[in-house]
T-cell receptor
C-alpha cells in the first residue's frame, strides 16, 4: 500500500513570497490533516478535512494560510505572504475513518529567509 | 488546542537499558497513539491504543492506555542504537488529534 505522498520535500523562499504544498493521501482515506511542526515541538493541527469538507480550521491563520481538498482526494496548503515564523515542517496525514490511526507523509520543510 | 504533557523531554541512556516515557492530559481521549519521528521524516506510528486499560506490545515496545483515559505510557525494553529519535504521544478526542511535545531519546552504544 502506498503511503501519504507530499511534495516538495524542501522549499526555501523569501518572506512575503507565496508557497504551496501538495498532499496525496492514502487511497480511500476520507480524513486528511495538515500539521505545522516547528523545530523542537510536536505537530500542531492546522486544518482537518473529511472528504472535501473542512471539519476544523480553528488554528489555521486564515489571513495568510489557505487549504483546499477538491474532489476529496489530493489537498494543497498555501501560504501567502510567508513570514519568517512560518519556517517549519508541514506534515500531511490521512486516515480511513475517525476510529483508525493516522499515517503521515514525510513532510515539506519550509525555510523562509 | 488541547495540551498533552509528555515527559521526560529528553533521555540519555546506555544501549541495553529499558526506557519509559509517559503522556498526560486534562482531557479524556478515546484513542492514544505513539509515534516515532526520525530527523527529516514524518512521524511513524508505533502503537495504537483504543480501550481504557489496554496494554499492547509491538516487539520491544509496550504501551498502555490509562484507566482514566487521560494518560498513556510507552516502554522500550533492551534499547538499541536505532531507537534514537523523538517519540510523540498523540491523543484522539472528538474529531481531533493532539500531540505531545515529544521525548528525545539518545542511546549510547
Amino acid at each position: 500500500e502506498a503511503g501519504v505522498a507530499q511534495s516538495p520535500r524542501y522549499k526555501i523562499i523569501e518572506k512575503r513570497q507565496s508557497v504551496a504544498f501538495w498532499c496525496n493521501p492514502i487511497s480511500g482515506h476520507a480524513t486528511l490533516y495538515w500539521y505545522q511542526q516547528i523545530l523542537g515541538q510536536g505537530p500542531k493541527l492546522l486544518i482537518q478535512f473529511q472528504n472535501n469538507g473542512v471539519v476544523d480550521d480553528s488554528q489555521l491563520p486564515k489571513d495568510r494560510f489557505s487549504a483546499e481538498r477538491l474532489k476529496g482526494v489530493d489537498s494543497t496548503l498555501k501560504i501567502q505572504p510567508a513570514k519568517l515564523e512560518d519556517s517549519a515542517v508541514y506534515l500531511c496525514a490521512s486516515r480511513v475513518s475517525l476510529n483508525t490511526e493516522a499515517f503521515f507523509g514525510q513532510g515539506t520543510r519550509l525555510t523562509v529567509v | 488546542g488541547q495540551q498533552l504533557n509528555q515527559s521526560p523531554q529528553s533521555m540519555f541512556i546506555q544501549e541495553g537499558e529499558d526506557v519509559s516515557m509517559n503522556c498526560t492530559s486534562s482531557s479524556i481521549f478515546n484513542t492514544w497513539l505513539w509515534y516515532k519521528q526520525d530527523p527529516g521524516e514524518g512521524p511513524v506510528l508505533l502503537i495504537a491504543l483504543y480501550k481504557a486499560g489496554e496494554l499492547t506490545s509491538n516487539g520491544r515496545l509496550t504501551a498502555q492506555f490509562g484507566i482514566t483515559r487521560k494518560d498513556s505510557f510507552l516502554n522500550i525494553s533492551a534499547s538499541i542504537p536505532s531507537d534514537v529519535g523523538i517519540y510523540f504521544c498523540a491523543g484522539q478526542g472528538f474529531n481531533k488529534f493532539y500531540f505531545g511535545s515529544g521525548t528525545k531519546l539518545n542511546v549510547k552504544p
